[in-house]
């Protein structure tokens, strides 16, 4: 049976406290928590815990990072996959006639995909003229 994710807004601990009180089992170290006690209970909430702590650093970390580049003027985040040239030219393909979805699936994206990138190409045409 595949485990699902808790949701972002549940932190380990919780997630942890919700698996004890539904029954679930969580395994550790290949041994599985099925017998209760509080042993068990003090090795689920250290082990949640820890990975809290390393969750909220990792965080710390990231946001440090991105802080820097920002200080150094580098760009932040993931590069865009299309540039203005590329919308240009689906913009220019649509406008002499090319049926949407056909842009859409040549050039590899969703149709709602494109015409987010038409509506970004619409307003960077905009702001330069």
């Not at 049926?99 to 994206?109: C, D, F, N, Y």
């Not at 494109?114 to 190409?121: G, I, N, P, S, T």
């Amino acid at each position: 049976m595949r485990r699902r994710r808790a949701p972002p807004h549940i932190g380990y601990l919780s997630a942890a406290e919700l698996n004890k009180w539904t029954g679930h089992t969580i395994k550790l170290l290949a041994a599985e928590t099925s017998e209760p006690g509080p042993g068990t209970d003090m090795a689920v909430a250290l082990l949640a815990m820890f990975a809290q702590m390393e969750r909220i650093y990792r965080l710390e970390r990231a946001a440090g990072a991105r802080a820097a580049r920002e200080a150094r003027g580098l760009p932040t985040g993931r590069p865009a996959k299309r540039n203005a040239t590329t919308r240009a030219g689906a913009a220019q393909r649509i406008k002499d006639g090319a049926i949407p979805e056909q842009v859409a699936a040549e050039l590899g994206v969703s149709r709602s995909t494109l015409y987010r990138e038409l509506r970004k190409h619409r307003e960077s045409t905009s702001h330069e003229g």
